[in-house]
Nanobody, 124 residues
Framework: QVQLVESGGQLVQAGGSLRLSCAAS????????MGWFRQAPGKEREFVAA????????YYADSVKGRFTISRDNAKNTVYLQMNSLKPEDTAVYYC?????????????????WGQGTQVTVSS
């Protein structure tokens, strides 16, 4: 089972940018479809973005489309989430997730591997 460790979360002002990273180990990274989810206090964990095994296909929640970009570097066993034009409503713990074939890709129950999360706080 792949192990995942997120990093990059911090406090940022509205309109700012952050890049989250998720380093994977313990498996063949290119065999895993990767996703980012987030969970705000008192809310359900929700889908943010996903990327296919080779990186050729990407998917986004409507709330982040045009502002966030997911990418991966299979040589470095790492997936990234570039977040631009951040809003206070983006404040949440962001989780990296992995699965060989998550179906559907936007459901948290489709993923077997999870990181511990990294806190992103956007101040107004």
């Amino acid at each position: 089972q792949v192990q995942l460790v997120e990093s990059g979360g911090q406090l940022v002002q509205a309109g700012g940018s952050l890049r989250l990273s998720c380093a994977a180990s313990g498996g063949t990274f290119s065999n895993y479809f990767m996703g980012w989810f987030r969970q705000a206090p008192g809310k359900e964990r929700e889908f943010v973005a996903a990327i296919s095994w080779s990186g050729g296909r990407t998917y986004y929640a409507d709330s982040v489309k045009g502002r966030f970009t997911i990418s991966r570097d299979n040589a470095k066993n790492t997936v990234y989430l570039q977040m631009n034009s951040l809003k206070p409503e983006d404040t949440a713990v962001y989780y990296c997730a992995a699965d060989r074939s998550p179906t559907p890709y936007y459901s948290k129950s489709s993923y077997n591997g999870w990181g511990q999360g990294t806190q992103v706080t956007v101040s107004s």
